[in-house]
């Protein structure tokens, strides 16, 4: 059974950063598409940044601005965000998911798994 989770939410201040993880269990595929995406309330899910798991390759949603860096490790099936500089707009439930291919793209439904979401609140 696949089981992603997600670690490393929390409240900040703005311009403040915090660092999430997932762990991704019960499948192995040596190369897939896993992704981070957000939901404020109100709003849609959108995706924040996926990274390629075999060729690192990442992309990142338009409001990154350079803010927020993906990284995968490897050998242990974790993936990371690293989010600097954040702002109060940031606030929104963070979920981790995964793709069974290895393509990436930004259409939620595209994605097979989720994680339960972790919270990241920005307060001004």
């Known amino acids: 059974r696949v089981q992603l989770v997600e670690s490393g939410g929390g409240s900040v201040q703005a311009g403040g950063s915090l660092r999430l993880s997932c762990a991704a269990s019960?499948?192995?595929?040596?190369?897939?598409?896993m992704g981070w995406f957000r939901q404020a309330p109100g709003k849609e899910r959108e995706v924040v940044a996926a990274?390629?798991?075999?060729?690192?390759?990442?992309e990142y949603g338009d409001f990154v601005n350079g803010r927020f860096i993906i990284s995968r490790d490897k050998d242990s099936n974790y993936i990371h965000l690293q989010m600097n500089n954040l702002r109060p707009e940031d606030t929104a439930v963070y979920y981790c998911?995964?793709?069974?291919?290895?393509?990436?793209?930004?259409?939620?439904?595209?994605?097979?798994?989720w994680g339960q979401g972790t919270q990241v609140t920005v307060f001004s």
């Open positions: 998911a995964a793709r069974f291919v290895a393509s990436c793209v930004s259409t939620p439904s595209a994605f097979d798994w």
């Open positions: 990274i390629r798991t075999y060729t690192a390759q990442t």
């Open positions: 019960g499948y192995h595929f040596p190369d897939n598409c």
